[in-house]
């Protein structure tokens, strides 16, 4: 390895340490904001409800997803196989981390294959920067075999990184660009900041169809980036971002035109029920399955989100939902916080409350 694959493969897995040391949200992700309504005379039957999901052409049973965290170090390699072992036992998609670092350094790719070996017939994400040509986001998708691409927008974490980007020019022509010719669905995601309406309007513009809002109250990578700074000097950044549940207010007019996914903080199954309320597909979770396989192992993992499903199942019952077409029907009270920022906003909701 050289100096440069070192640093590199060094950087995933200070990432990793810095997530899994994220034992509290370092702030909140507004769920607590967002109530259902209880119903009590349920019209069917637990074994009824069903929960299945589309993204795009991607068809999925259960509306979950392991999303991107790792590759690019012989650890990260490590829990890449693990969490494709999760993801083929319980027919979930997963996302890798970033690929750049196997893109630059072919001796880096089996930290990213090794997903595609362990799970021949799941559902697969690749996962770049919006700074990567399309040659480069092709041959990301040709090494994993990808359902479809993420493409990761990350300011914030580049900016207190300190040795990330500066440049963000061509952000938005390569995703454009990558978006009209990659063949499979490209996924736009944030890293846990958040989208505002603004951000998912120039995203429309584009072309983009997908969208992964990541919004705050999970994996904080302001405070994981500060935490690797020299003087530790830009925490006063942490609260940046919008959280998940305002995200998805925020992209509430768009759901009839893009499918949108809600990602970050996601922590019961009760949050994701509020995502899917909300307006969302589906629901990822990185950190909490990053924790699952590093601490419990993978049979632990597989039971965990077998759980996570079935209590899904059990609130769309509270709700009299069998459906997440009847979980957006149904009545969802917000608390003056953020009922005040839909408004301040002018955010219009197409749901009636
Ligand atoms: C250790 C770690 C590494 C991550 N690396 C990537 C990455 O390479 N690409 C990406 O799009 N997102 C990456 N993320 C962000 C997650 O995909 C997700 O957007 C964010 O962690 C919020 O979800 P969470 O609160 O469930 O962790 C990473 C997250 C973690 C925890």
């Known amino acids: 390895m050289n100096r440069e694959t070192d640093l590199r493969s060094q950087r995933k897995d200070e990432h990793v340490r810095h997530a899994l040391d994220q034992k509290a949200a370092v702030v909140d992700s507004d769920f607590n904001h967002v ?63 970033s690929m750049h670092a196997a893109l630059k350094h072919p001796e880096l790719e089996n930290s990213f294959t090794v997903v595609r070996d362990r799970n021949p017939k799941g559902l697969v994400f690749a996962n770049v920067g919006a700074d990567v040509s399309l040659d480069g986001a092709k041959r990301a998708i040709e090494l994993i075999q990808a359902d479809a691409l993420q493409i990761h927008i990350n300011a914030p974490q580049e900016l207190i990184m ?21 063949g499979i669905p490209v996924i736009i995601k944030e890293v846990g900041f958040g989208m505002s309406w603004e951000t998912l309007q120039t ?20 405070s994981i980036e500060n935490a690797r700074r020299e003087h530790k000097d830009m925490d006063y950044l942490k609260n940046w971002g919008l959280s998940t549940a305002i995200s998805l207010l925020e992209a509430e007019p768009f759901v009839s ?23 969302a597909k589906a629901v990822g979770m990185s950190r909490t399955m990053l924790e699952q396989v590093e601490y419990n192992g993978i049979e632990a993992a597989i039971e965990y989100i077998s759980q996570f499903h079935h ?6 019952i509270m709700i009299n939902a069998r459906t997440i077409e009847e979980i957006t029907q149904r009545p969802i009270v917000l608390s003056p916080e953020i009922l005040s920022w839909q408004k301040q906003r002018a955010l219009h909701s197409q749901r009636s409350r």
Not at 162 to 180: A, H, K, M, Y
Not at 203 to 219: A, F, H, I, Q
Not at 257 to 266: E, V
């Open 35 to 97: 109530h259902f309504v209880h119903q009590s005379i349920p019209s069917f039957n637990l074994d009824e409800v069903d929960l299945s999901t589309c993204i795009g052409p991607l068809k999925l049973s259960q509306p979950l997803y392991i999303n991107a965290m790792t590759g690019g170090s012989e650890w990260t390699r490590t829990i890449n196989s693990k969490l494709a072992e999760v993801a083929s036992a319980t027919g979930i998609p997963m996302a890798v981390g």
């Open 162 to 182: 300190p040795e990330g980007d500066r440049n963000f020019r061509s952000w938005l022509e390569n995703i454009e660009n990558i978006v009209r010719h990659a």
């Open 257 to 279: 035109d893009m499918s949108i996914l809600a990602s970050g903080g996601i922590k019961t199954p009760l949050d994701a029920m509020k995502c899917l309320a909300l307006g």
């Open 311 to 316: 209590q899904m199942c059990k609130i769309a």
């Open 203 to 222: 995203l429309k513009d584009s072309g983009v169809r997908y969208v992964d809002v990541s919004g705050k109250g999970g994996t904080n990578f302001a």
